[in-house]
């Protein structure tokens, strides 16, 4: 095998095939004296080789080392060492993914160019729809996370062919989150999995029933929801929170255990009515809204006169299938602050793998969230459409 490249020096290769011959005769020269009666020790051959050893080491090291440099060079990094990222910086990387896709979405509805088309069918029936405003937020909320942080697996509810190298993090990092975010929290990337919601309530979108929009990024490790972002473009407001260091929003002074009111999704309620005053009683009010992200900031205070036509609900409830991308977000507010958010039956939902939540899920915060689960029905497949 050859350890000379191109770049090789003359005077190398020319010290390398002296040596070489030198060592040759050598050798050959004790072999001829060795008839002659004229042999050397056995100390003196060993301490011969050595020397041999050192002079070809000499010469051929830097050369070795060069090509040993090169393979790391070509060795992706991360079997080199474990790459790890910061979640402060996380954080304000998908604070700002989520406005950034929120001037996009506020843009496109109010120029009114929204170009709507059909994804299709929902499993309850309703229509899925495509706009221009999903399409651009994703844009610039995929690619500025991706990149920032290209190592990252990053899912999104929209996909699209044009890609966008050009958008970078500002490198700010927000006042609010210096002060609630101390030090710094370093992650194996490989245990990191992003979820965005380029535009939530795109139903509502389209009706121009913007309160229930919003733009979500939510960062969970190991399954587990640690970063949420709920930004709603036309309140011009952004929740957020890290799971163990901080939020901006807090939970309510109180809630009714009972409950009293009910939050639940207009577009695909369904039995979801039934279901609940056989849990609660008909006294129960239900509030039908769009949108997940909008959901979970109704059991929250948001400290915002701008969401102040945001309703207030004590419990957040949905019987069919949703996409992780509409709850991991507020599941990390509402963990932060103390709540939960599960399956109908109690299980707690992995946020890695599939985007499919079939279980449902039932949301509370300053409730005893046991205590909830108890009351709701217990064979919930017969409560789905």
Same mark, same amino acid.
């Given at each position: 095998?050859?350890?000379?490249?191109?770049?090789?020096?003359?005077?190398?290769?020319?010290?390398?095939?002296?040596?070489?011959?030198?060592?040759?005769?050598?050798?050959?020269?004790?072999?001829?004296?060795?008839?002659?009666?004229?042999r050397?020790?056995?100390?003196?051959?060993?301490?011969?080789?050595?020397?041999?050893?050192?002079?070809?080491?000499?010469?051929?090291?830097?050369?070795?080392?060069?090509?040993?440099?090169?393979?790391?060079?070509?060795? #992706? $990094?991360?079997?080199? /060492?474990?790459? !790890?990222?910061? &979640?402060?910086?996380?954080?304000?990387?998908? @604070?700002e993914? *989520?406005?950034?896709?929120?001037k996009?979405?506020?843009?496109?509805?109010?120029?009114?160019?929204?170009?709507?088309?059909?994804?299709?069918?929902?499993?309850?029936?309703?229509?899925?729809?495509?706009?221009?405003?999903?399409?651009?937020?994703?844009?610039?909320?995929?690619?500025?996370?991706?990149?920032?942080?290209?190592?990252?697996?990053?899912?999104?509810?929209?996909?699209?062919?044009?890609?966008?190298?050009?958008?970078?993090?500002?490198q700010?990092?927000?006042?609010?989150?210096?002060?609630?975010?101390?030090?710094?929290?370093?992650?194996?990337?490989?245990?990191?999995?992003?979820?965005?919601? #380029? $535009?939530?309530?795109? /139903?509502?979108? !389209?009706?121009? &029933?913007?309160?229930?929009?919003?733009?979500? @990024?939510?960062? *969970?490790?190991?399954?587990?929801?640690?970063?949420?972002?709920?930004?709603?473009?036309?309140?011009?407001?952004?929740a957020?929170?890290?799971?163990?260091?901080?939020?901006?929003?807090?939970?309510?002074?109180?809630?009714?255990?009972?409950?009293?009111?009910?939050?639940?999704?207009?577009?695909?309620?369904?039995?979801?009515?039934?279901?609940?005053?056989?849990?609660?009683?008909?006294?129960?009010?239900?509030?039908?809204?769009?949108?997940?992200?909008?959901?979970?900031?109704?059991?929250?205070?948001?400290?915002?006169?701008?969401?102040?036509?945001?309703?207030?609900?004590?419990?957040?409830?949905?019987?069919?299938?949703?996409?992780?991308?509409?709850?991991?977000?507020?599941?990390?507010?509402?963990?932060?602050?103390?709540g939960?958010?599960?399956t109908?039956?109690?299980?707690?939902?992995?946020?890695?793998?599939?985007?499919v939540?079939?279980?449902?899920?039932?949301?509370?915060?300053?409730?005893?969230?046991?205590?909830?689960?108890?009351?709701?029905?217990?064979?919930?497949?017969?409560?789905?459409?």
């Amino acid at each position: 095998m050859l350890l000379f490249g191109e770049k090789t020096s003359p005077f190398l290769l020319f010290s390398a095939v002296v040596t070489t011959v030198s060592l040759k005769m050598v050798f050959k020269g004790i072999v001829a004296m060795a008839p002659m009666g004229i042999r050397l020790s056995p100390l003196g051959v060993a301490v011969f080789c050595l020397l041999g050893v050192g002079v070809i080491y000499h010469l051929y090291s830097g050369v070795i080392s060069s090509r040993l440099a090169a393979f790391r060079s070509q060795t #992706p $990094l991360s079997t080199q /060492q474990r790459r !790890t990222v910061d &979640l402060r910086d996380l954080l304000a990387v998908s @604070v700002e993914a *989520a406005e950034l896709g929120g001037k996009e979405v506020k843009q496109v509805r109010e120029e009114n160019v929204l170009q709507e088309k059909s994804k299709g069918k929902t499993k309850e029936g309703a229509n899925d729809p495509l706009t221009m405003g999903d399409l651009q937020s994703h844009r610039k909320m995929f690619y500025l996370l991706k990149n920032t942080f290209p190592e990252l697996t990053v899912n999104s509810e929209e996909h699209d062919n044009m890609e966008d190298n050009s958008i970078q993090w500002s490198q700010n990092i927000p006042g609010t989150i210096s002060e609630e975010f101390k030090g710094s929290s370093d992650i194996p990337v490989e245990s990191i999995t992003v979820w965005i919601d #380029p $535009l939530d309530a795109t /139903q509502e979108y !389209t009706e121009n &029933l913007v309160k229930y929009v919003t733009t979500m @990024v939510c960062v *969970a490790v190991d399954g587990k929801p640690v970063i949420g972002v709920v930004h709603q473009p036309f309140a011009g407001f952004t929740a957020w929170a890290v799971v163990g260091h901080g939020s901006n929003v807090n939970r309510r002074s109180s809630y009714n255990a009972s409950p009293k009111k009910v939050i639940v999704s207009r577009s695909h309620s369904g039995k979801v009515k039934n279901y609940i005053q056989n849990a609660f009683g008909n006294s129960t009010k239900i509030i039908e809204a769009g949108g997940a992200g909008y959901k979970v900031l109704s059991l929250l205070d948001t400290h915002s006169s701008e969401t102040s036509l945001t309703e207030e609900a004590d419990v957040y409830v949905h019987t069919t299938v949703i996409k992780k991308w509409d709850i991991c977000a507020g599941a990390a507010l509402l963990t932060q602050l103390g709540g939960q958010m599960t399956t109908l039956k109690g299980e707690n939902i992995d946020y890695r793998g599939t985007p499919v939540n079939e279980g449902g899920l039932v949301a509370s915060v300053g409730i005893d969230h046991e205590a909830l689960l108890k009351r709701l029905p217990g064979n919930t497949d017969n409560d789905k459409q």
